[in-house]
């Protein structure tokens, strides 16, 4: 049942977590990041970084169902 609960905080819970805050962080910077601004460049950038948390979330349940 943890790594059930990792698998879904991993997945679910840091991607959400982190676009909203980044939302909160960098709604009023001016500067920019390969020529994004922050927040821009900081949703993009979490696209890619929520695969990668869903794979591993994934790859964690996997291996539950595997044990059963």
């Known amino acids: 049942m943890t790594r ?6 991993i997945g679910l819970i840091i ?10 962080h960098f709604r009023f910077s001016t500067e920019f990041i390969l020529g994004f601004p922050p927040l821009y460049f900081w949703v993009f950038l979490w ?3 929520t695969t990668i948390c869903i794979s591993t ?6 291996k539950d169902y595997q044990d059963e």
């Not at 059930?4 to 905080?9: C, N, Q």
């Not at 991607?15 to 909160?24: D, E, F, K, N, Q």
């Not at 979330?57 to 996997?62: G, S």
């Open 15 to 24: 991607p959400y977590a982190s676009v909203m805050l980044g939302i909160y």
């Open 57 to 62: 979330a994934w790859l964690l349940d996997k």
């Open 47 to 49: 696209f890619f970084l």
């Open 4 to 9: 059930r609960f990792l698998s879904l905080f």
